[in-house]
T-cell receptor, first 112, second 113 residues
Framework: GNSVTQMEGPVTLSEEAFLTINCTYT??????LFWYVQYPGEGLQLLLK?????DKGSNKGFEATYRKETTSFHLEKGSVQVSDSAVYFC???????????FGKGTTLSVSS | AAGVIQSPRHLIKEKRETATLKCYPI?????VYWYQQGPGQDPQFLIS???????DKGSIPDRFSAQQFSDYHSELNMSSLELGDSALYFC????????????FGQGTRLTVV
């Protein structure tokens, strides 16, 4: 079945450091891939998405590229801020209308 | 823009009681999903509805049931509550015809004591 594996945290960085959170997936066909962010006490917010191979999703300085050859969708940001501290979830959707499958989440903590 | 609305935001119940969580999807969205997120866990899919019919079923306990009404809002009914049911319950909505992301509500935090 479909699944998502993402690097375990917590990830602790200093402000302006480079961020990478690894995410790999297993799926049949051509899933859509997503990164969601959850701030403390909040709901899930879509950060970025990619719906086909080689697509690059980007938002708020975050980027992720859909790599079918490596079945990966790693999240990157060149310079993190304290306000980026949150839990990040990688997710996939196998077909339109089906439920999202989430990774375990990675906690990012950025200090000034 | 209108978002997914969930109510109540917080709920405290005792063991063996029942609870009803409500979800109002984004207007014109035809699909609703329910997820359960335990403390420090990833969201787990419970059940989904498309056009008022159950479309998929995940790890929803038999003590739980859900339905989608004619106005597309959905309710998750939980009976014989257990301490382990304490979690954040998310509702999400989407359009089945478009391969887009699902939009999530703020969640209902259920605490069973």
């Amino acid at each position: 079945g479909n699944s998502v594996t993402q690097m375990e945290g917590p990830v602790t960085l200093s402000e302006e450091a480079f961020l990478t959170i690894n995410c790999t997936y297993t799926a049949t066909g051509y899933p859509s891939l997503f990164w969601y962010v959850q701030y403390p006490g909040e709901g899930l917010q879509l950060l970025l998405k990619a719906t086909k191979a080689d697509d690059k999703g980007s938002n708020k300085g975050f980027e992720a590229t859909y790599r079918k050859e490596t079945t990966s969708f790693h999240l990157e940001k060149g310079s993190v801020q304290v306000s980026d501290s949150a839990v990040y979830f990688c997710a996939l959707r196998g077909q339109a209308g089906t439920a999202l499958i989430f990774g375990k989440g990675t906690t990012l903590s950025v200090s000034s | 823009a209108a978002g997914v609305i969930q109510s109540p935001r917080h709920l405290i119940k005792e063991k063996r009681e029942t609870a009803t969580l409500k979800c109002y999807p984004i207007p014109r969205h035809d699909t609703v999903y329910w997820y359960q997120q335990g403390p420090g866990q990833d969201p787990q899919f419970l059940i989904s509805f498309y056009e008022k019919m159950q479309s998929d079923k995940g790890s929803i306990p038999d003590r739980f049931s859900a339905q989608q009404f004619s106005d597309y809002h959905s309710e998750l009914n939980m009976s014989s509550l257990e301490l382990g049911d304490s979690a954040l319950y998310f509702c999400a909505s989407s359009l089945v015809a478009a391969p887009t992301e699902a939009f999530f509500g703020q969640g209902t935090r259920l605490t069973v004591v």
